[in-house]
Nanobody, 124 residues
Framework: QVQLVESGGGLVQAGGSLRLTCAAS????????MGWFRQAPGKDREFVAA????????YYADSVNGRFAISRDNAKNTLYLQMNSLKPEDTAVYYC?????????????????WGQGTQVTVSS
């Protein structure tokens, strides 16, 4: 089992920045590829970013590429999502997730463990 707890969400004006944190506990964090997803009201959960076990490979949705940055600190069992130039359409609940294989990093169904989510609201 891997337990994931997100934090860092909040209310920010358009153009602002937030950094989300996902603290992991349980099994060895660096055995897992990690991802960030988000879900807005009435919409499906969508891929935001993912990172390989070592951090050497990263993946981004087109909508956030160049604005968001995913990173991890395996010594601290922590995943991050730095979000810059935020837009109202970034408003959603953001979830971190862990996947042992990370064969399809953009597909939510392949992830094994999920956090409870943190709300991000961007005002115009």
């Amino acid at each position: 089992q891997v337990q994931l707890v997100e934090s860092g969400g909040g209310l920010v004006q358009a153009g602002g920045s937030l950094r989300l944190t996902c603290a992991a506990s349980g099994r060895t964090f660096n055995n897992y590829g990690m991802g960030w997803f988000r879900q807005a009201p009435g919409k499906d959960r969508e891929f935001v970013a993912a990172i390989s076990r070592s951090g050497a490979s990263t993946y981004y949705a087109d909508s956030v590429n160049g604005r968001f940055a995913i990173s991890r600190d395996n010594a601290k069992n922590t995943l991050y999502l730095q979000m810059n130039s935020l837009k109202p359409e970034d408003t959603a609940v953001y979830y971190c997730a862990a996947d042992l294989i990370l064969s399809k990093p953009t597909t939510p169904n392949v992830y094994d463990y999920w956090g409870q989510g943190t709300q991000v609201t961007v005002s115009s």
